[in-house]
């Protein structure tokens, strides 16, 4: 028998989930050996926590002693408090981090190389732009359980009813304008936009085009090439009309909510959101490739996984958990059931067996051409200033050049 109990720990409402299997030997584990099996991740809400249960759980089914703790705080608060946490005494050996976050963690976080070595873990097993954006300074700090591509939903009623053929795998920014202003009138928009620089569209349209906003460690935001794509995307307010000019204060859903209501043909998102919008919108949802100049883009690639605290007394036991919960089988499973994209490429079988081919063959493609979203320590004040400032850009207020001039300047 497998035991749940969930916890609210502290005056902000910090969430630990402890699950453990009965009569373990995990359940024997006190001290330091016992932080090792446990791991500080984000809670923010019931959602998360049954992914982190159904990894769990896959791992249980596997060996029935294993067991995991699990503690954290709200996705939003967690990027400020995990290294205070991880300072700890009592701090969990296991973290959890994004691909586009290693880099901000990567003090706390020990390379994972000659672990993996002895336990024999083929790391080429896992999606190979998760390794780029999880290998800070050489060393892999963290083994991925997801690879999550940008990609572009729409609506494929809306799109039938304008005569329009259906956007695939080589979609270009010409024919996405065309289709955007043939979809745009009566109260409803071609495309769906939010003022967020990591969660909008602006990423995902540059890198399309190979611009990406870090290179080498370093802010690249004012690159030519990057402010073109940048400007481009606030075009499609400020100059085409294709979508309503977002404001700051906007929830980060907001674009989801424009195209799940059918007042919007198109969005921009992350596959891991392909059950959610599939399921809720009003109309049949297709997937496509992110528009690019040459119709070939070039995948934007988000997603997670665990390292190892520099802090932790016990790194072998904490490695051997991260294990159990990245296995081909593992991953493979929660991608069947909750609709994450495997890191394991063997276990995309898994994931795809309940989606449309179409929408597998858009997903497999990002991949394939995908480099990992990498991100700087200052990070979180980028997207900040963005955000700000985003309105004005796709009002026509200010450029792209403005903009991201200011963000380096404020950063420098």
Same mark, same amino acid.
């Given at each position: ?8 720990? @502290? ?295 665990? @390292? ?105």
């Amino acid at each position: 028998m497998i035991s749940k109990r969930t916890t609210v720990v @502290g005056a902000v409402g910090t969430a630990m989930l402890l699950l453990a299997a009965c009569g373990s030997a995990g359940s024997e584990e006190s001290g330091d050996s016992g932080n090792a099996s446990a791991m500080y991740t984000w809670i923010t809400n019931e959602n998360d926590r049954e992914q982190w249960e159904a990894l769990v759980s896959s791992a249980q089914e596997e060996d029935s002693s294993f067991s995991l703790e699990l503690e954290g705080p709200g996705f939003a608060d967690y990027w400020t408090k995990v290294k205070t946490r991880m300072s700890s005494s009592d701090a969990p050996c296991i973290v959890t981090t994004q691909a586009a976050r290693a880099q901000e963690l990567s003090d706390i976080l020990m390379p994972l190389d000659e672990l993996a070595a002895e336990h024999e873990l083929d790391l080429e097993i896992y999606n190979d732009a998760m390794l780029q954006g999880m290998t800070v300074d050489g060393g892999v700090r963290a083994i991925p359980y997801d690879a999550e591509p940008m990609v572009l939903y729409y609506n494929k009623d809306l799109f039938t009813e304008a005569g329009l053929e259906l956007p695939g795998l080589d979609y270009t920014t010409e024919q996405f304008i065309s289709d955007a202003k043939a979809l745009t009138g009566d109260g409803k928009y071609g495309f769906a936009v939010s003022p967020f620089l990591s969660a909008g569209p602006t990423l995902p349209f540059a890198f399309a085009n190979g611009n990406v906003p870090v290179q080498d460690n370093e802010l690249t935001l004012t690159d030519p090439g990057f402010v073109k794509d940048a400007q481009w995307t606030f075009d499609l307010v400020a100059e085409h009309k294709v979508a309503v000019a977002p404001q700051s204060a906007d929830p980060t859903d907001v674009h989801q909510q424009h195209f799940m209501a059918g007042n919007a043909a198109m969005i921009i998102d992350g596959s891991w959101f392909h059950e959610t919008l599939t399921t809720g919108t009003d109309g049949e949802v297709g997937v496509a490739v992110v528009p690019s100049t040459s119709g070939n883009p070039t995948g934007m690639i988000q997603g997670s996984g665990f @390292g190892v605290s520099e802090s932790c007394s016990a790194p072998d036991k904490a490695f051997q958990n991260i294990m159990a919960i990245t296995t081909p089988e593992v991953v493979g499973k929660v991608g069947a059931e909750r609709g994450n994209v495997p890191s394991v490429e063997s276990a995309i079988t898994d994931w795809a067996e309940s989606k449309p081919e179409s929408d597998v063959a858009a997903i497999e493609a990002m991949l394939e051409s995908g480099i990992p979203l990498q991100t700087t320590e200052s990070w979180n004040q980028v997207d900040t200033i963005f955000t700000q400032y985003a309105s004005d850009g796709f009002r026509g207020s200010r450029s792209a050049e403005e903009i991201l001039t200011t963000i380096e300047d404020s950063i420098r």
